[in-house]
């Protein structure tokens, strides 16, 4: 367990830029972007982005020593910079008006994203390489880890999920028994009867699940209108859900969700109502029962004990599972991490930086960062 150090600076590296950077086209219309920064010829990582939907962040890449590591970025399909783009204002498979290059959601799955995954390594001429991830991007990186577990040489993950039903439920149910009135709205923005009988918290616990299916799926039918407004309305019931059950944290913003600009907002909500009203197309448990196909690969778990939205279980369970793997609770932190949080991904990436045999050359001027 750790905390912060109050007078601790800044623990990442300098910002940086890429130095490489293009568009994959990954079929059904799709163009996943991509980027690599850091040293050409540095060791491999990968960040996998949360959500899903979020899209990746220049922040992420001062994680990564840029002497010693090759860093590669990507937007999962429809967000960021991949086109076409899920807050499209004009978009729906279903809709009479529904043109070519708009996202279709039939066409993101999980199993899409790992075989993107694939293709984007292939395309790099990476063999193997570090997965860095946290949040839906922990559950990402596992199911890829599990199913090509040959391409991977260490794991760090931050805010540890695996996209189960039952992390589904409470994240869209359960936390309402500590924030009653705001899940009262987020149902009923949904459509759900505001007096359902099914949502006391004295009734069976199957109830409630039924309630957060039911939710669940009527965003899902809500962000795909053809009315804008009815889109809108749904956008921001689901962001103002979010942001209240990590509303309690000790750092970060008390509107993370709620002030992405409005296309971020959009391809967020449209594409996590279409993973989560299908449980991210996972067998239930299936990565907490997998967890032994990822022996012999080192991992780091770090998790705050203050995270709500993604309670700590979790990563305790994952750990038993996978003994390769250590855990990391981290006390002054929640979902949105802190400080101690970075400083904790920073000396785990940096422990791992050294794990391979070779030489790494250094940058060129002028990539060469500033001390």
């Not at 009734?203 to 407004?229: C, K």
């Not at 990436?349 to 790494?360: G, N, R, S, V, W």
Request: proline letters at 9%; aromatic letters at 8%; hydrophobic letters at 35%.
């Amino acid at each position: 367990m750790t905390t912060a150090d109050p007078d601790d600076p800044d623990p990442l590296y300098p910002p940086l830029d890429p130095h490489d950077q293009g568009l994959l086209d990954v079929g059904d219309g799709n163009l996943v972007h991509w980027e690599v920064c850091g040293n050409p010829h540095g060791k491999p990582a990968l960040v996998v982005h949360g959500g899903p939907g979020s899209g990746c962040t220049p922040y992420a890449r001062r994680y990564f020593d840029p002497y010693r590591y090759r860093t590669v970025l990507f937007d999962q399909r429809n967000c960021g910079r991949s086109t076409p783009h899920a807050g499209d204002p004009a978009y729906g498979p279903q809709n009479q008006w529904h043109q070519p290059h708009q996202a279709d959601m039939r066409h993101n799955t999980t199993d899409h994203l790992i075989a993107d995954m694939e293709r984007l390594r292939e395309h790099l001429g990476v063999d193997r390489w570090l997965l860095y991830g946290g949040s839906w991007g922990s559950t990402l990186l596992l199911a890829y880890a599990e199913r090509h577990p040959e391409r991977v040489s260490e794991i760090v993950i931050s805010s540890v999920t695996t996209t189960r039903r039952s992390e589904i439920e409470w994240l869209y149910g359960g936390a309402g028994a500590v924030f009653p009135a705001e899940w009262h709205r987020f149902r009923t923005g949904a459509g759900l009867p505001a007096d359902d009988p099914r949502t006391g918290w004295s009734g069976p616990a199957a109830d409630r699940t039924a309630v957060v299916q039911e939710t669940l799926r009527a965003y899902a039918r809500l962000v795909e209108s053809p009315d804008p407004d009815v889109r809108a309305r749904a956008t921001t019931d689901w962001v103002t859900w979010e942001d209240a059950v990590l509303s309690q944290e000790p750092n970060g913003s008390p509107t993370t969700y709620a002030d992405r600009p409005p296309a971020a907002q959009r391809a967020l909500v449209r594409i996590c109502a279409h993973y989560f009203s299908q449980g991210a197309w996972l067998e239930e448990g299936a990565l907490l029962r997998d967890a032994g196909r990822l022996a012999g690969i080192p991992g780091v778990l770090i998790h705050g004990r203050h995270d709500l939205g993604g309670p700590l279980g979790t990563a305790w369970e994952l750990a038993r599972a996978w003994p390769d793997a250590r855990l990391i609770v981290v006390q002054d932190a929640g979902h949105k991490g802190s400080r101690t949080v970075r400083r904790e991904i920073r000396a785990a990436l940096d422990t791992y930086a050294h794990t391979d045999a070779h030489t790494y050359a250094d940058l060129p001027d002028p990539a060469r960062p500033q001390a």
